[in-house]
């Protein structure tokens, strides 16, 4: 899909037809059912009936929202229902079919059984675009069984300061990597790369325009004070291959540059975005994120509609929008051209989509499909794992483990395949524990498949069943330690304070909302020893058994581990594996070899006030190699 003046005759070739059909269905439209198809309402706030009564342009799931019992049947008929309310064609109003979106950013990741990739920053430190893009692939193929043509993804933040609750969405410090990924992940999930989408994809997002990852100590919707050629030159960067790729959706950024909310930058949007880089697509804005443009919500809606944003993400509020926007537009607050360039965008990127020739989605190719959750998919998804670890230390070579050695695992996160998968899993916040992550494998579960020694401790979370191991019957220990699931500013790494007022909460359901409001962050400290001190304890409780220790930690970012890096004969940076943990067995016993590199460096020191992490223990790049 390429741009185009509204007075330009239309594209040639494939993008034609969707331009075509943009016009046509402009011209006949009435202001009312250009504002509903500027207005994304969240699934638990909007009915089939209010998508048909409103002309709802899209509908989508928050994190953790889910239909029925969260199988992909379940996903399809709630899709079919509301395509259906979109095509309502009597009494004369428009059929436009309605675009559902998901955050799909590690896989079909909301739904029960999914195929559950490693987050961006281990795909980063894979160092192999080619892997990230089978993944999306394998995503898009996984989010089509439900019945969803739309992901929020990829995430094209380039993370400054691994504070930031979001650094694993990050593919690396690096922009240049994050671009090295950027036009392969489009590609992938939109299966196509001429601004339509194949029959096997899905609409992609780049996101979060711009400069996510810049802000000031890595807080989460905070401040990025950098130049414009920072701005440009590091964090725009990777979105020049994604519209390269033709994205078709880019998302707006909750944060500011520069103090001003960039859901309001008629600058970045317009003339950056849509004018210097011609970006014909649409741009949608982030979780209530017109909340923070100005007091008046009149005003702030027609700050946001003139700075540039086509489709608005109103969860909750959607009627109100309308209202406001509505007013706005007869008051002359937002021109017409205005509101006709953004239905403009919208129309041709359903068009781009095929929506209009598609058929209903219980009817469609891949809607419940049965690859979905596959061993195949999952195979896919272990190599991803094993290509994602960085081998930071490995003393007198105890790596590779030998199978048949006496292997004590430990560790609260050894078997847990909830807290390996991490944020955006099943809920917003993730899911730890193993219940809610159904198929794949802990990592107790890749080394109990191979070595007939091995021995999981009370510590690992789950009952051996052995009462009181007896000293001497083990030979090495495996240590599995790390973060327990977050995701955005509960992420966070700064002092615990009420987030801001106006500030977008994210409650995966009505029950949630009251805790939203207080979303808190992680902890005050990169140290581990600081936010889980049971770690170095079960490191620690190792050792005087006399036991080597094998650590592998699993976290979503580098964190400060100097002291369980001490006590360690060997150690491993495992990220957020995703479902198939037992990816990391194969690698710590020799199957394959370390390949990762960190996109990342690793800090040596707890970093001070709002300067970002300062000295380096290993910086970008590095990584060990098993010398066999
Ligand atoms: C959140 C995130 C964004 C996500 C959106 C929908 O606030 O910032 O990445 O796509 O809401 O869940």
Same mark, same amino acid.
């Given at each position: 899909?390429?741009?185009?003046?509204?007075?330009?005759?239309?594209?040639?070739?494939?993008?034609?037809?969707?331009?075509?059909?943009?016009?046509?269905?402009?011209?006949?439209?009435?202001?009312?059912?250009?504002?509903?198809?500027?207005?994304?309402?969240?699934?638990?706030?909007?009915?089939?009936?209010?998508?048909?009564?409103?002309?709802?342009?899209?509908?989508?799931?928050?994190?953790?929202?889910?239909?029925?019992?969260?199988?992909?049947?379940?996903?399809?008929?709630?899709?079919?229902?509301?395509?259906?309310?979109?095509?309502?064609?009597?009494?004369?109003?428009?059929?436009?079919?309605?675009?559902?979106?998901?955050?799909?950013?590690?896989?079909?990741?909301?739904?029960?059984?999914?195929?559950?990739?490693?987050?961006?920053?281990?795909?980063?430190?894979?160092?192999?675009?080619?892997?990230?893009?089978?993944?999306?692939?394998?995503?898009?193929?996984?989010?089509?069984?439900?019945?969803?043509?739309?992901?929020?993804?990829?995430?094209?933040?380039?993370?400054?300061?691994?504070?930031?609750?979001?650094?694993?969405?990050?593919?690396?410090?690096?922009?240049?990597?994050?671009?090295?990924?950027?036009?392969?992940?489009?590609?992938?999930?939109?299966?196509?790369?001429?601004?339509?989408?194949?029959?096997?994809?899905?609409?992609?997002?780049?996101?979060?325009?711009?400069?996510?990852?810049?802000?000031?100590?890595?807080?989460?919707?905070?401040?990025?004070?950098?130049?414009?050629?920072?701005?440009?030159?590091?964090?725009?960067?990777?979105?020049?291959?994604?519209?390269?790729?033709?994205?078709?959706?880019?998302?707006?950024?909750?944060?500011?540059?520069?103090?001003?909310?960039?859901?309001?930058?008629?600058?970045?949007?317009?003339?950056?975005?849509?004018?210097?880089?011609?970006?014909?697509?649409?741009?949608?804005?982030?979780?209530?994120?017109?909340?923070?443009?100005?007091?008046?919500?009149?005003?702030?809606?027609?700050?946001?509609?003139?700075?540039?944003?086509?489709?608005?993400?109103?969860?909750?509020?959607?009627?109100?929008?309308?209202?406001?926007?509505?007013?706005?537009?007869?008051?002359?607050?937002?021109?017409?051209?205005?509101?006709?360039?953004?239905?403009?965008?919208?129309?041709?990127?359903?068009?781009?989509?095929?929506?209009?020739?598609?058929?209903?989605?219980?009817?469609?190719?891949?809607?419940?499909?049965?690859?979905?959750?596959?061993?195949?998919?999952?195979?896919?998804?272990?190599?991803?794992?094993?290509?994602?670890?960085?081998?930071?230390?490995?003393?007198?070579?105890?790596?590779?483990?030998?199978?048949?050695?006496?292997?004590?695992?430990?560790?609260?996160?050894?078997?847990?395949?909830?807290?390996?998968?991490?944020?955006?899993?099943?809920?917003?916040?993730?899911?730890?524990?193993?219940?809610?992550?159904?198929?794949?494998?802990?990592?107790?579960?890749?080394?109990?498949?191979?070595?007939?020694?091995?021995?999981?401790?009370?510590?690992?979370? !789950? @009952?051996?069943?052995? *009462?009181?191991?007896?000293? &001497?019957?083990? =030979? /090495?220990?495996?240590?599995?330690? $790390?973060? %327990?699931?977050?995701?955005?500013?509960?992420?966070?790494?700064?002092?615990?304070?009420?987030?801001?007022?106006?500030?977008?909460?994210?409650?995966?359901?009505?029950?949630?909302?009251?805790?939203?409001?207080?979303?808190?962050?992680?902890?005050?400290?990169?140290?581990?020893?600081?936010?889980?001190?049971?770690?170095?304890?079960?490191?620690?409780?190792?050792?005087?058994?006399?036991?080597?220790?094998?650590?592998?930690?699993?976290?979503?970012?580098?964190?400060?581990?100097?002291?369980?890096?001490?006590?360690?004969?060997?150690?491993? !940076? @495992?990220?957020?594996? *995703?479902?198939?943990?037992? &990816?990391?067995? =194969? /690698?710590?016993?020799?199957?394959? $070899?370390? %390949?990762?590199?960190?996109?990342?460096?690793?800090?040596?020191?707890?970093?001070?006030?709002?300067?970002?992490?300062?000295?380096?223990?290993?910086?970008?790049?590095?990584?060990?190699?098993?010398?066999?």
């Amino acid at each position: 899909m390429s741009a185009t003046a509204p007075d330009a005759p239309p594209p040639a070739g494939r993008a034609s037809e969707a331009e075509v059909r943009a016009r046509q269905l402009l011209s006949r439209m009435t202001l009312a059912q250009k504002v509903g198809q500027m207005t994304q309402a969240e699934r638990m706030h909007v009915s089939p009936a209010e998508v048909r009564e409103f002309h709802i342009g899209s509908v989508l799931s928050g994190g953790g929202s889910a239909p029925g019992a969260n199988r992909p049947a379940d996903w399809v008929a709630m899709n079919d229902e509301y395509w259906a309310a979109s095509m309502f064609e009597e009494d004369g109003r428009l059929p436009v079919p309605v675009l559902y979106g998901v955050d799909a950013i590690h896989g079909s990741n909301n739904v029960l059984g999914a195929t559950v990739f490693p987050h961006n920053i281990g795909l980063g430190a894979a160092c192999d675009p080619e892997l990230a893009a089978a993944a999306a692939r394998i995503t898009a193929r996984e989010v089509l069984a439900t019945g969803v043509d739309w992901t929020f993804a990829p995430t094209l933040a380039v993370a400054r300061d691994v504070r930031w609750g979001r650094t694993y969405e990050s593919f690396s410090e690096d922009p240049a990597v994050a671009a090295s990924y950027a036009g392969r992940i489009v590609a992938a999930l939109q299966d196509a790369s001429d601004g339509s989408l194949g029959p096997d994809g899905i609409a992609a997002c780049a996101k979060h325009w711009v400069g996510d990852g810049a802000t000031t100590a890595g807080v989460d919707q905070g401040d990025a004070r950098i130049s414009e050629d920072e701005l440009r030159r590091v964090h725009a960067m990777p979105y020049r291959d994604a519209l390269e790729a033709s994205a078709l959706t880019v998302m707006v950024s909750l944060s500011m540059w520069n103090q001003r909310r960039c859901h309001a930058h008629r600058y970045l949007i317009e003339d950056v975005l849509k004018g210097e880089m011609g970006f014909p697509g649409l741009v949608v804005s982030d979780w209530n994120g017109i909340d923070q443009v100005a007091e008046d919500y009149g005003e702030a809606v027609a700050q946001a509609a003139n700075a540039g944003i086509d489709m608005f993400m109103v969860p909750e509020q959607w009627r109100l929008f309308i209202s406001a926007l509505t007013s706005q537009v007869q008051s002359g607050a937002v021109p017409m051209e205005r509101i006709d360039d953004a239905v403009r965008r919208i129309l041709r990127v359903k068009a781009a989509c095929g929506l209009f020739g598609r058929p209903r989605p219980a009817q469609r190719k891949w809607s419940n499909h049965p690859s979905f959750g596959s061993p195949a998919h999952r195979v896919a998804a272990r190599r991803a794992v094993r290509r994602s670890l960085v081998l930071l230390k490995n003393e007198d070579g105890i790596l590779p483990l030998d199978p048949a050695a006496r292997i004590l695992v430990a560790g609260k996160n050894a078997h847990d395949r909830g807290s390996q998968c991490g944020g955006f899993t099943v809920e917003w916040q993730g899911v730890a524990g193993n219940d809610r992550i159904e198929g794949g494998t802990s990592v107790w579960e890749g080394v109990r498949a191979v070595a007939p020694h091995a021995v999981l401790g009370e510590d690992g979370s !789950a @009952a051996s069943g052995s *009462g009181e191991l007896p000293d &001497g019957a083990f =030979d /090495v220990a495996l240590v599995v330690i $790390g973060e %327990r699931p977050y995701a955005e500013g509960m992420g966070d790494i700064r002092d615990p304070s009420p987030v801001r007022p106006g500030a977008p909460r994210m409650p995966a359901g009505p029950e949630d909302a009251a805790g939203a409001e207080t979303l808190q962050p992680y902890g005050q400290s990169l140290e581990l020893a600081a936010l889980h001190p049971e770690d170095l304890a079960a490191i620690r409780s190792a050792r005087a058994r006399g036991l080597p220790v094998v650590t592998v930690l699993l976290s979503g970012r580098p964190l400060v581990t100097t002291r369980e890096l001490a006590d360690s004969a060997a150690f491993v !940076a @495992a990220w957020l594996p *995703g479902s198939e943990g037992g &990816g990391v067995a =194969d /690698v710590l016993f020799g199957k394959a $070899g370390f %390949r990762g590199t960190l996109p990342f460096a690793w800090p040596a020191s707890d970093p001070q006030g709002d300067d970002p992490p300062g000295d380096v223990l290993f910086p970008v790049g590095y990584g060990l190699r098993y010398s066999c």
